[in-house]
């Protein structure tokens, strides 16, 4: 191993070991402190929030069994069958305490950690649940009382009871609450209807500037521990005045006008949209607080207060896969059962934005190659080979600028010693030396520039397909493309290496980092310099590989596999990029040769005469 392998590997453990430190030392110390500053001012939040609530809950009674209006009857309590409702997309189960629901299944989609349909309806508990309505804004408690059931048919099942509220003048009046759920066989949305009816002839249901706030379920599915699960987010989301939102969950308000929200995960999504969007509440509130130590990713949606003596308002909400097959089914009245037109849905879809046109490219022609050969592992594969052969021409070019740019660095460096005090004669000569050579710097950049645009798209294409989840490449080693592969797992916890690991040892990384290193020697053809620009480029070759086998060891392997391909293939191509160099470099060098021995020729003839 020479000097320069030598110090790169060096500096490659010093960066490594420094980078340790100082996040031991400062960066975590400093995280601690701003993680208990906002423990501290959150808890004084929810001091305030729980006063509020206190204030409005002494306005709000549920009217007895016994009482003369509506209710004539003792509730009957129903046992778990009959509170369910089951399609061929949902298993959902009520709870009659509130009306709410407590489990939502995805039939079609299995979370393998508990062999069941993916719960959507997670960290349940007897104070909050999905779907709970509470009085007034996101501060008051849910409705905890036993609500009359009324089931019609097998799809569809409503909830209903009457409560006792305060105005602000302290007078009573009596108002029916209820809820409504309609299902579809082969729909992920289904509709809720909230109804609020005076009884009294009152045309106001305030309670602290609204009537009543709807909220999502607590989590979402599958459950994950972001420590495990490093490549899951959840995350707020949010369609207004044509705009997504899409930001990390904390405890905040998002003050805009919108036409759905909710909460998105890697895979799965929730999200809401209010038909008469004109009675809601602007201010949309995320949460993030738990009465376990598995934080929420909740969303509060407000209605402001109602001013007629009978209102029924309707929410039209999405729980299934974020998937653009489904999601953008609500774009056309045709394609959902709800006839629902533009809903945009498909806006939570996890994209790069500007980049999200070859994205979608990417998909179809990712989708298209699968229709053929039925293996998605495989059909990354391809596509990777037909993006290599696409882009060879730009790699080949990115090449020759290359080689052309070594050629020149001898006269570059006359004229940057000649010129170092002139800045302005520098440039200019440096601009003739390009002009005389017939290159263009910019044009050995815009080829890499469009392969990092191809590679983002496709970096965020492999990461969060929806149809990667439980797809199997091959069987006992890449099992699951939308998580790292494995070739054994153990159960015992090891310090350091289970948290890093996951306890699973996969051969994909150590593939992809081969290939990597193999990849940044081959391309080391021709390379040429003085002793720092070899030493930075032998950290390149080997500390860069190193550091990114640590960083992208439990990245998705569907992800990994199309670098670990990539990789491969531009090896191949960089074998033929380097003879075709060595082939200019002859001509080159021959050519020189012809013109010295005809120089040489000429100054050492006779002269002629006449």
Sequence with gaps: MDKNTIWALTLSLIVMIVAAVVNVKFMIPKQEAARQQQQIELAQKEAEEKEKAAKADEQISALSNDSSEPQTESIEKLTDSELTITTNKVKVLFSQEGGDIVSY?????????TGFG????????????????????????????MFNVKKEGNNSIGFYRTYEIKDSLGNTHKYLIG??????????????????KALDGNKELNVNGASYTIRTSPQIGPHYDPKKNRYDVRQFLEWSNNKKLRKGFSNKNYDRPYEWAGVGGKYFTILVKPKNLESMSSVVRASSVSESSYANSQVFLTRLPVLESSVTDEYYVYIGPRSETELIKYNSQDKNAWNLVNAKFNQALQTSGFLSVIEVALKWSLENIYKIVKN???????????????????????????????????????????????????????????????????????????QMVILFALYNVFNNYF?????????????????????????????FISSFTMN????????????????????????????????????????????????????????????????????GQQVVINNIMKKKKAEVAKNQK???????????GKKKTR
């Design 105 to 113: 299944q995805l039939l079609e989609h299995l979370d393998k950690e």
């Design 467 to 495: 149809e990667f989840r439980g797809a199997s490449f091959i069987k006992g080693w890449i099992d699951d493309l939308s998580v790292g592969d494995s070739v054994w797992s153990w159960k015992t916890n090891v310090p």
């Design 594 to 604: 012809v013109v010295d021995k005809n120089t040489l020729k000429f100054k050492g």
């Design 118 to 145: 993916v719960q959507m309806a997670d960290n349940i508990t007897k104070n909050n649940r999905a779907f709970a309505l509470s009085f007034g804004d996101y501060s008051g408690s849910i409705l905890n009382d």
């Design 179 to 196: 809820k409504y759920y309609t299902f579809k066989e082969d729909d992920y949305a289904f509709k809720l209807d909230v109804t609020i």
């Design 376 to 450: 998605w592992g495989v059909a990354i594969i391809i596509l990777t080979i037909i993006l290599k052969i696409l882009l060879f021409p730009l790699n080949k070019k990115s090449a020759v600028g290359t080689l052309k740019m070594q050629e020149l660095q001898p006269k570059m460096q006359e004229i940057q010693s000649k010129y170092k005090d002139n800045p302005q004669k520098l440039n200019e000569e440096t601009a003739k030396l390009y002009q005389q050579a017939g290159y263009n710097p910019v044009s050995g950049c815009l080829p890499m520039v469009f």
């Design 504 to 571: 699973n040892l996969r051969l994909l990384p150590i593939i992809y980092t081969v290939s990597q290193l193999l990849n940044g020697i081959i391309t080391q053809y021709g390379g040429a310099g003085n002793s720092q620009s070899q030493a930075q480029m032998k950290f390149m070759m080997y500390g860069m590989p190193i550091m990114f086998f640590f960083l992208f060891y439990n990245v998705p392997s569907g992800l990994l596999l199309y670098w670990t391909v990539s990789n491969i293939l531009q090896m």
